[in-house]
């Protein structure tokens, strides 16, 4: 009896007559295999939606997604782009290698069937996909007008573009501009389009980490459906930074001075950040005003950049301690314009200590011979707590007269694609535009902390004749002004890309 239970019943194919095991059907696995075929329905072409501008592929029905090629992301793009391949086992699937360029993709997949009580088929098949380029929704609203939903105005008003220079390298290294659909240049500042406002609000919030700002919002109707009461929005950000810059010469509100520590109220301003940050050169005292504090009694700055003057070092002396880069120091200068002319001198406390010796040039600010006509200044004079103390020159930074002038270098800076408004089109504002740019690259030069927030890389050197000579030879020449290192510069990967 037990015999005859571990004998199989033996039966011949129904379609070949080879014997098989009668228990698992009719059939032999040789013709199984040639008469099933478990990838039907499964269609062996299929296309792929590809956007050239953002390098994003289709997932349907409406979402794109950014894939590598030959990525796990794209691999299941291409499964989920087959009809009938959810009815089937998949057990395997990779891409077969094809020519970049011949706008195609092989994947092969293996699948898995159980077509008898116990007969598991498994076959491998290859399905080609033909790639189709077609834009995106944000690429498209990106080459249409009057398609943004939020836009974000920022806006300083000052007669410079010093800080809108500072903030766009801030914005390219931080790749905050991602989102935008366009970025249009206007007379005191800079307009950033988005499609989504939540877009927009990320922006204004990377706005208010890094810069002393203030933040308005509008919104504005656009049309209404009575029928389901949905709504089309505009909405407008107005960002306003505080109208002082690095550099700039400021006259406090005697109350404000005395709150921030009893500082004296004519300071430097040595840097921009989320707050103002001021310095006394007479005591080296600092002091910092929050954009809430600053707005709650907004006052202007007293001479900006453009007003400073040269001056040359008759005699200095070290007389106080040093705080970082400052050092207190007791110096004679005098008026370059009056050297051969007069013997007028002046007596200045400065906190050039540690940059400045008999003999060197400086930038400052002339105080006893400038009518300012400010209000803050006249109340300072009329002081008699300030009144005695008020200096007759402040020394800003250190001058290098003998630099050459658009002196070719061996960096760069990035710089964003901006669409110019009608304004800026003339050609006295380009060309004021390029002495503004052309002074923040020598302040990029001269100051490591304020290029320390940027990414700045290595210029690209142009092919000339044997006896020109080279960029390393032709940076800076034989004058004095600081010089960037090749270590602090990074390769420029859109040109390596070029070049490969």
């Not at 008898?116 to 929704?137: A, W």
């Not at 103390?389 to 694609?417: C, E, G, H, Q, S």
Request: aromatic share 8%; with cysteine; hydrophobic share 40%.
């Amino acid at each position: 009896m037990d015999a005859r239970q571990a004998t199989a019943a033996t039966v011949l194919c129904h379609n070949c007559g080879a014997p098989i095991d009668g228990s698992l059907g009719t059939l032999c696995g040789e013709c199984i295999r040639l008469t099933h075929d478990i990838s039907q329905g499964v269609p062996r072409e299929a296309t792929l939606v590809f956007c050239r501008d953002c390098d994003r592929w289709l997932l349907p029905p409406a979402s794109w997604m950014v894939a590598l090629p030959e990525s796990r992301e794209l691999l299941a793009i291409c499964l989920k782009r087959l009809r009938g391949l959810s009815r089937i086992r998949v057990i395997d699937a990779g891409f077969i290698w094809t020519e970049p360029n011949s706008r195609r993709v092989r994947v092969k997949i293996t699948v898995q069937e159980e077509v008898q009580s116990g007969v598991l088929l498994q076959q491998t098949f290859e399905v080609v996909y033909v790639v189709s380029t077609q834009q995106c929704p944000d690429c498209k609203k990106s080459y249409t007008h009057n398609t943004w939903k939020a836009s974000v105005q920022v806006r300083q008003k000052v007669t410079h573009k010093r800080t809108f220079l500072s903030l766009e390298q801030l914005i390219l290294k931080h790749g905050a501009h991602q989102d935008t659909l366009n970025i249009k240049e206007m007379h005191e500042g800079l307009d950033f389009y988005f499609s989504e406002l939540n877009k927009a609000s990320k922006f204004v919030d990377f706005l208010t980490s890094v810069a002393p700002v203030r933040v308005k919002k509008s919104q504005q109707l656009i049309s209404q459906d009575v029928h389901t009461s949905v709504k089309s929005m505009k909405f407008s950000f107005a960002v306003e930074i505080v109208p002082i810059c690095r550099e700039d010469l400021v006259a406090l509100p005697m109350k404000l001075a005395k709150q921030m520590g009893n500082v004296h109220p004519i300071t430097l301003c040595y840097k921009i950040g989320t707050s103002l940050y001021l310095v006394d050169p007479s005591t080296l005292q600092t002091a910092d005003i929050s954009p809430s504090v600053y707005w709650r009694a907004p006052f202007p700055a007293l001479a900006d950049s453009r007003q400073l003057v040269e001056f040359v070092i008759m005699d200095i002396e070290r007389t106080g301690p040093t705080n970082g880069k400052w050092a207190l120091a007791e110096a004679t200068v005098a008026r370059a314009a009056d050297l051969g002319v007069n013997n007028t001198t002046y007596f200045v406390r400065t906190h050039l200590g540690n940059l400045m010796h008999p003999g060197d040039s400086a930038l400052g600010y002339m105080i006893t011979e400038t009518n300012f006509n400010n209000a803050e200044l006249d109340a300072i004079e009329a002081s008699h707590a300030y009144g005695s103390t008020i200096p007759d020159v402040i020394l800003v930074k250190k001058f290098y007269p003998n630099r050459k002038k658009n002196r070719r270098r061996n960096w760069k800076l990035k710089r964003m694609a901006k669409e110019e408004g009608e304004l800026l089109a003339k050609q006295n504002v380009q060309d004021r535009t390029e002495e503004e740019y052309e002074q923040f690259l020598r302040d990029v030069e001269e100051d490591e902390e304020l290029r320390a927030n940027m990414a700045l890389y290595r210029a690209r050197e142009k092919k000339a004749d044997p006896d020109a000579m080279s960029v390393a030879e032709t940076d800076g020449g034989d004058d004095d002004a600081p010089k960037i290192s090749m270590d602090e510069l990074l390769d420029d990967m859109d040109e390596l890309e070029i070049r490969d």
